[in-house]
């Protein structure tokens, strides 16, 4: 892949031209919220130091303290050329940063993001000056169930699957050097029935002038071009279709999947009149996701669901990957145990490991962490980051559902709260417009509204009962979930011809005299896999369920029912849970 350059936070969108931040910020707590009335972003003060990009709850930050603190300040100097500046634009990149973010250049006020999950960009271009430079960051965070946190805890202790809260820069941070006119975004949809792929540009300034710009497309596999094309640029925003092979070459369109991951090489360049002014390297794959008959399928072929839950949490770096190995050994981990996808749970994760999916041939359930409460203020936060998440990570092929709520989180009314359902059907109907391409799940496990698929959650330990309870469909009138509590539907919805996938199951644990888990712990190995092996056979030969998604992956912090410990050691051999997936093909 052209694109590909190790460490690169967006692989989606590369430019040559940038530099890493991550290593070595200075770092304080500021618990009386008193640094901008102290202007830290002036004189920082004596301070402690933290490795970025991992937060200061972690072992990797060089703090390791897990107590809440709602505000952090981070501060580094850096070193800018002339070249660098030189007409260019400077653009500073945060791809994670858990809460609000203020950023300060040398001084002055650059601008404030709020949001978690979301990546966020600042035009630097009028703050900086040739030689050192000063970058000061203000984080403030809370335990406020009104903003997106999915299993971060709102409480001062962790408990059952509920883990360590995550503060501050917690993604890479990187500057790239642009022209003064550039490409901010690209999105691409594949037209697998024309064999054509649509491309909408999103162009820096509002001004262009007609005649003057162009967008040069390159089109590769495996090294052939197999279509180039140039267009005129009208305005910021506009919509190109072009053939994915052009007329001449002699070229099979080759789809992507989960056997044969295939990707396409697309290369942008913007001009200006005959000057290269912008580069930017991406790829694609070309397949479709469609419903038919209540069954999935991708490329017209049938998708039997084999997933496993992943929460994204490593032991010394919480939520924030090690580094790109480790995103790589959870991705083969996944392959070896026989899945073929997993649910990325409540967390929106590095952009690393969804281009590691696309190019292993992963399928990736899209999810959002979620909020707790809702009122007007839980409502626009949440909102206005699922829109950017959506965005962000749209190009993505191995992304084959969004989820934007699990398990009424958020909605804790939806049975009988007409504004509570209209907003979950909002956010169906919300993601639709913003990709037409991939089902929605409004509201996975329980309590479903409008949704593409049906699922459910359902941790019962013995076979039997999941045998009896799902021996026919008329169980989907009348189910409910989780100690009895929770319908499969909402009153005034109804099964309505959907896939329906066991979304949630398993939560095994073995005996490790602590910890929690789903269920009665295990004694053993042998204990494990005949309750495995029963439980998944059961979900198998249900003819009606499109697929499965156990939970889950590792253990994080005191749950302890993943197939791999917190440091990725495998309690059990891969093979012997691969040999009970594969039972079915």
Known sequence: MKCYIKDYPRPQFVRKEWQNLNGEWNF????????????????????????????????????????IHYIVWCNRKIEITKEHIKDKKVILNFEGSDYETKVWINGKYVGKHIGGYS??????????????????????????????????????????????????????????????????????????DKLQLEIETNLSEQDIENGNYYIETEISFNGQITNKTKELINSNLQDIEINITQEGIEHIIQKWSTKNPNLYDINYKLYYNDKVIDTVYSYFGIRDITIKDSKIFLN???????????QGYWKESHLTPPNEESIIKDIE????????GVRKHQKVEDERFLYWCDVKGVLVWGEMANCYDFNDVSLQNFTDEWIRIVKQNYNHPSIITWVPINESWGVPNVTISTKQQNFVNSLYYLTKSLDDTRPVISNDGWEH??????????????????????????????????????????????????????????????????????????????????????????????????????????????????LMDAERNYKIEPNKISDINNLKC
């Not at 040739?130 to 299993?151: F, H």
């Not at 017209?300 to 992943?310: A, C, H, P, R, V």
């Not at 329906?500 to 053993?524: F, H, L, P, R, T």
């Open 28 to 67: 304080i707590f500021d618990d009386k919220n008193e640094g901008e009335i102290n202007q830290y972003f002036l004189n920082f003060p004596k301070f402690n130091k933290i490795n970025v990009p991992f937060t200061y709850e972690t072992k990797l930050s060089g703090i390791e303290d897990e107590s």
């Open 333 to 340: 981990s996944v392959l070896a145990f026989g899945y073929n």
């Open 119 to 192: 990546r966020f960009s600042l035009d630097i271009e009028n703050y900086i000056v040739e030689g050192e430079n000063d970058i000061t960051v203000k984080v403030e965070d809370s335990l406020s169930k009104n903003q997106p946190r999915g299993k971060q805890r709102y409480k001062k202790e962790s408990w059952k699957c509920w883990y360590i809260q995550t503060t501050g820069i917690w993604k890479t941070v990187w500057l790239e050097w642009v022209s003064k006119q550039y490409l901010k975004s690209v999105k691409n949809t594949p037209k697998i």
């Open 300 to 310: 017209n072929e049938q998708l039997y669901l084999k997933l496993i839950l992943d």
């Open 449 to 562: 509204t409008i949704s593409d698929i049906i699922t459910i959650h359902d941790y019962k330990q013995d076979y039997k009962e999941i045998d009896d309870e799902f021996k026919d469909m008329s169980i989907l009138d009348n189910l409910k979930q989780y100690n009895n509590k929770h319908k499969l539907f909402v009153d005034g919805y109804k099964y309505k011809g959907q896939p329906i996938i066991m979304s949630e199951y398993g939560g095994i644990a073995i005996n490790s005299n602590e910890g929690w888990g789903y269920g009665k712990q295990v004694k053993d190995e042998g204990e494990f896999l005949d309750r495995f092996k029963k439980l998944t056979k059961s979900i198998q030969n249900i003819p009606y369920i499109s697929g499965y998604c156990y939970t889950q992956l590792t253990d994080v912090q005191q749950e302890v029912n993943g």
